[in-house]
């Protein structure tokens, strides 16, 4: 079928090579400038539209999904305001190196910075927060001009999952007509069948991206450290989605056994849930979770092997940062995200292929030099910090001392085997990674950890649950101010037809901020930045027909089974008092502390 | 009182400035890193703190403050995300030239770009779209870097209101201790008292800023064009915030009657309404505003003198395009806003000393060279157009064939001499364009037309709404997209104290997209464009605690006026069909252009 206007041709083509190059969703919010790239998407049967309101939810709902799967997502938005309401998502993509491909409608150059209604500078709107921009010349039905146009739209698919995956930004013009609207003349018939495509399927360019692997001989320090340390560690902090797919676990439990290493886990890296941990205790295994509690009273590590991001644990960054070891920092993009400045070697390459080559390397049948209280040590301590938290979430004990943490314990301990989580930014992501034991079930676990905001969360989590199975549940911890925040993304549910359990902390404001001395000082503390608002969340679950429910915390349990045995979305709202739940918090991290304290020195 | 510590004293100083320099007001959304600049903020006694807690809304509001006043309002928020979200209302600013002061707080310099939490790029983050950017040093208390901190402050506010007001972004690196704990020897007793400043009270640098105007010699073609003209003709556009104060309406008018001339008064022009409006029925005055329906029946102009931004009306603006005109623009930043390109002569000047220069220059006695039809020819088809109009009004035909341009009329009509009126983007500010006839009231009518989004519409009218004497009216008027995309600016209501009238025109999803040729393709018109949400606005009015009434078209000038006469704010949602507003407004259109055209050809 020949395309009726040169724009009408732009965009099918467009859309033809993005999706012969693997895309297979979009986000697109309503817009007239966009109109070729919308009907271009609407038009194709493999891709799956979803449609926004607001491109800020959009943006998010877009970064959830290609952070769950590790494939772009694309976006769709008009000329204007609309590409700046992206930049949220955009950043959080780039620190988080989510793919996402951003296509922005533009007006024709003429009517740049000419006064034009709806026209703005989006060139290189994102800054340096994209991975690759680039501007689409004007729609003209001439071969050269679109495979160029195929070129570019498989170039800019390749670089969302480069090196260091992320966004990439196209800015496309588009003049009137913009509608598939009959203009004789405008395109020859010759594109008519082939939108000057190879006649093939697959893309115009097919990119094979090789893997960053070391030669054998860089292997060589890493080994010898390794096979010389007393109290070797390894970390695994919160996974890049690349990660998730590249990395598998049990190939570094393997290389811990191997070496009587620890593997401190975070919540996020993808390492502390699955079928490579022990379906014992969860505590004899080499995979630990509780370090928060008990890091500070550990022997330094000598030797440090750490991958993903930098853990949420803050104990654990501050003992990383003052230990006197010798750190290896694995980083596919080798992007130097270290920030305490304490790493001593950098490996540019995949941890997945490092680890496996390491398997490989280190001697199977040898003793391993590691000190052997090292492991039965941290194991011990470990051991307690579960038995100190499943005290504290004894009902009788939780009806006197409610605390957040409590939620996030039972959220991750009654999941389905296979599931996927979504967790808020704030306080909620830190219970999760103190409080939530490593389980042997198949626990997707995720939070916007690149920027760390509390915008879009609920969006993200929505994008996230549209690439599950129908019977994988989804489920999102989010915090009131989280909440409330994105709440326009919670019209996800309905338009995109995703389900989900989500638990709403409501501690009435910004409760993170009883951990800061800030909390010392009233006025402003309260105004300022507690901030509470006295939301009643009943209505806005109305307002988007979800369903709502108030619960205790000892009751809590109780109604997650029900809604995660329930189909459509349940809001379960938990109410807090935030200081308490910090003093709560605090009395346990003292309890494990005196108890790891009182072995050690006995 | 000395600074407990230096970033405390850097918080201080730069807010100290500020207020100096006359600012008044600040939006403030809580976070840790900006604690600084929060706790100076809410401490000092000459500024108003409004506190937000989505970014998103916070920028709106700053806008609309900004906007109604002419002054900078600041805007203060963490990093990371946070800082992203106040780009599209960056962007309004940008292309509506109104003042606005980012101050974003940021991770110190050897932190960024080393994977630490919630530190992103934030240098240039809004690209061009500022007038102005600078980093501040880190906090110091010594005398130099003090000096500097407030000259940076001083310069910062005034490049808000220089040649092209807009916005001005300050990133704020702050270290810990980010609150006001004490840390000796930190701060030298010497700024206890002074913060280093002069020991007076004003700025540290009192910058006086000159206006642009014309020479003698630089009036010679516009005058000569003028008094040669035989159909002169004055386009007032949508004003910036500086027109509003420094253009007197009544000079426009005086000029435009001694060259027999009409004024084509943009609804946000600040001419369409005021006391120079001819206090009869509005017809027989110079200035009109019904043109949008019969500018296509008129002779073209020979000489057009044009201000402000380009004209909401599309008719209007392609008779400028397609006129044989000598075409001057004034504009007192000489940035070429005319997207038509006919201009022939830009007069980079402020509008108001023009036309006071004009009425001095043009011959108080003299003859006018106008054909004598021009202006009556354009008055006779200004008194069909409302007389058409009013016909519509008539409650039996408003029951038979309602449209939301009718209650853009009453809104317009019924209000109190003295209002303020926020009209949002797509068809409400469309419809007050056509349906809004001129009044001798004191009617302030403001939208976001530099970028023309329909984000943050709540949020600015609010902000605008905060910055009125109490016994001035707020009214809202938004389509249904606009007060979903922008229900989070709901919350100032409360939290900062906003009382306004607020009306939705509830068609149910994007009307606009009627007007446009893709109405024709379904799909996938009606899923990706129209986008119909059924959401029931009840709710979202609930939970923010305001009075929500559903209206009937006929009934709604009876709800109009009671809310207006009450305290409080009421939600009004009256609900259209699209398609048929579109339709009427069409026939209504064809109406006045008939009878037009038989009178011209009788």
């Not at 000419?114 to 001439?142: C, F, H, I, M």
Request: hydrophobic fraction near 40%.
């Amino acid at each position: 079928m020949t395309a009726p206007n040169r724009a009408t041709l732009w965009g099918r083509t467009l859309v033809d090579e993005l999706t012969a190059g693997g895309l297979e969703a979009v986000c697109i919010a309503p817009g007239s400038r966009s109109t070729p790239l919308t009907v271009a998407f609407a038009e194709h049967p493999d891709v799956t539209v979803f449609s926004h309101l607001d491109e800020r939810s959009a943006g998010f709902f877009a970064l959830g999904r290609a952070r769950r799967t590790g494939e772009a997502t694309a976006l769709v938005c008009t000329s204007g305001t609309a590409a700046a309401n992206f930049h949220p998502a955009v950043m959080e993509a780039d620190q988080a190196r989510v793919p996402l491909l951003v296509l922005t409608a533009d007006r024709p150059h003429e009517l740049r910075d000419s006064g034009a209604n709806q026209t703005v500078d989006q060139v290189k709107l994102y800054g340096d927060a994209v991975r690759w921009y680039a501007e689409l010349p004007e729609p003209e039905a001439t071969e050269r001009k679109v495979r160029n146009l195929r070129t570019t739209a498989a170039r800019a698919l390749a670089e969302t999952v480069g090196v260091e995956p992320g966004p990439v930004h196209l800015n496309c013009p588009f003049r009137k007509p913009l509608e598939p609207t009959c203009r004789p003349g405008d395109v020859s018939e010759a594109f008519g069948d082939t939108l000057a495509g190879r006649g093939r399927s697959g893309p115009f360019v097919e990119t094979t991206s090789g893997t960053r692997t070391l030669e054998n001989e860089q292997y060589d320090a890493l080994v010898e450290a390794l096979e010389r340390a007393e109290r070797p560690l390894i970390v695994a902090g919160p996974a890049d989605p690349a990660d998730l797919t590249t990395l598998d676990p049990d190939t570094v439990v393997r290389v811990a056994d191997r070496l009587d290493a620890p593997v401190f886990a975070d919540s996020l890296s993808g390492v502390r849930f699955g079928a490579h941990v022990d379906a014992g205790d969860g505590a004899s295994s080499s995979v630990v979770g509780g370090y928060d509690s008990y890091v500070d009273d550990l022997p330094d590590p000598d030797v440090v092997v750490r991958f993903g991001a930098s853990p949420t644990s803050k104990p654990l960054r501050h003992a990383l940062r003052d230990a006197d070891a010798r750190q290896f920092l694995i980083d596919p993009a080798g992007t130097w995200r270290e920030a305490t400045f304490t790493a001593t070697d950098l490996l540019a390459a995949s941890p997945g292929p490092v680890f496996e080559g390491l398997l490989e390397r280190l001697d199977a049948g040898a003793e391993t030099t590691a000190n052997d209280e090292w492991l039965a040590n941290v194991q011990a301590a470990e051991r307690r910090h579960w038995a100190i938290r499943d005290d504290a979430l004894a009902v009788d004990t939780l009806e006197d001392e409610p605390f957040e943490g409590a939620i996030l314990a039972s959220v991750f301990e009654c999941v389905p085997e296979t599931a996927t989580l979504f967790v808020s930014n704030s306080m909620p992501i830190r219970d999760a990674d103190r409080f939530a034991r490593p389980r042997a079930a198949d626990l997707t676990v995720l939070a916007n950890r690149g920027a760390s905001g509390i915008d879009g969360i609920a969006s993200t989590a929505l994008g996230a649950g549209s690439a599950l199975d129908t019977d994988e549940p989804l489920v999102l911890v989010t915090g009131d101010l989280a909440f409330y925040h994105d709440s326009n993304g919670l019209l996800a549910v309905d338009r995109c037809g995703v389900d989900a359990t989500i638990v709403v902390l409501d501690n009435d404001g910004g409760g993170i901020f009883h951990k800061l001395p800030i909390e010392e000082f009233e006025p402003p503390f309260t105004e300022q930045f507690k901030t509470p608002h006295g939301l009643e969340f009943e209505a806005l679950a109305e307002l988007h027909g979800l369903e709502f429910e108030r619960v205790d915390p000892t009751g809590f349990e109780a109604a997650y089974q029900r809604s995660l045995e329930q189909a459509g979305t349940q809001v379960l709202a938990v109410e807090f008092d935030a200081e308490a739940s910090h003093r709560r918090r605090e009395e346990l991290r003292e309890q494990v502390r005196d108890a790891v304290r009182s072995t050690r020195d006995a």
